[in-house]
């Protein structure tokens, strides 16, 4: 139960606050499944011990959770609906009124290592999101410089490691089987690669450098691939991606640093640049511009931006 301690009068999670929750915690709603806290690593107490069974052998490392934190469960929350700011009071038990006097019980909670909440206890978890300072990623509005605990997202976790092997299969598969081989060349060219001796060769290495490249490279790689028109190498009125290249650089359109291209923000006063790179390549200097130059010859999605600039 929630009580507002302005005027101790049991109150609802407000609509808004509930909507948050169920976004937050879809598995707690839809599933009831049960929310669950864990101490944060760096909190873990490490010792070394020797097992009693084997004396003679090397210290083993062992990982326990500390013990349980005693915490009140009142707060104070913001109603960003209402604009306004009120202390609210978590408990299981109601208020008692003896002459006038209003007296709340259990408002107390032990907090420890895998510390759960239940799909019924929707208040409980209403004040661990809303007003537990010591709970990672939580919305309080005084925070803890102190936070020990952790949401256990298993079945985020699990989630995110199936999207992943999803996407390296989705790789492999483009890469080693459904491009045609001139797509392949192409993206080599336009990325600064070196075609090796055997096709395998070449598509295992493109792989690999897609795999492991930086997210502008990613961004580059699939820029070229997702081309499907053949390259013109002049625009209707007459430049070439050389002088487009030259042009974009004396306007202060672009920029080259290290290698690393950026495009102006067009936004504000037109002095900031745009903080992602939309290209990065080996070369420095003067030869940052060919390779630039050579990307675009086989990028038509990112020459097409550069001409709208």
């Not at 609509?15 to 709603?29: G, I, K, S, V, Y």
């Not at 032990?110 to 929707?122: A, L, V």
């Not at 709970?135 to 936070?147: E, F, G, L, P, T």
């Not at 070229?224 to 209707?236: D, E, F, G, L, V």
Request: charged share 30%; proline share 5%; with cysteine.
């Amino acid at each position: 139960m929630l009580f507002d301690l302005s005027n101790n009068s049991p109150v609802d999670i407000p609509e808004w606050a509930e909507q948050e929750l169920r976004n937050d915690f879809p598995e707690f709603f839809e599933n009831k499944r049960p929310v669950v806290l864990r101490v944060k690593d760096r909190y873990k107490l490490k010792t070394y011990k020797v097992p009693t069974n084997q004396p003679d052998s090397e210290p083993r490392l062992f990982v326990q959770a500390p013990g349980a934190s005693s915490i009140k469960t009142k707060g104070n929350f913001y109603d960003k609906e209402t604009e306004s700011e009120y202390t609210l009071a978590y408990t299981t038990v109601a208020p008692t009124n003896i002459n006038g006097v209003i007296k709340y019980n259990n408002t107390r909670i032990e907090i420890s290592d895998g510390f759960t909440i239940q799909p019924h206890q929707k208040d409980l978890l209403f004040y661990i999101h809303y007003m537990c300072p010591i709970v990672d990623k939580n919305k309080a509005i005084r925070k803890s410089a102190d936070v020990k605990y952790e949401y256990e997202m298993k079945h985020v976790q699990a989630k995110s490691k199936i999207e992943m092997a999803k996407a390296a299969r989705q790789l492999e598969n483009l890469v080693y089987f459904d491009l045609d081989y001139t797509t392949v060349l192409k993206a080599v060219e336009g990325l600064g690669l070196r075609v090796l001796p055997t096709e395998e060769e070449t598509r295992v290495m493109l792989h690999d450098a897609i795999k492991s490249g930086s997210e502008t490279f990613k961004k580059s790689a699939f820029e070229i691939i997702n081309s499907a028109k053949p390259q013109q190498a002049k625009a209707p009125e007459g430049e070439s991606i050389h002088e487009l290249v030259n042009r974009l650089l004396s306007e202060n359109f672009i920029k080259n640093e290290d290698g690393m291209w950026y495009i102006r923000d067009r936004r504000g006063d037109g002095t900031k640049w745009l903080k992602s790179p939309f290209f990065e390549s080996a070369q420095t200097g003067g030869e940052a511009a060919f390779a630039l130059i050579d990307h675009l010859k086989v990028n038509e999605e990112l020459l097409g931006k550069l001409r709208k600039l």
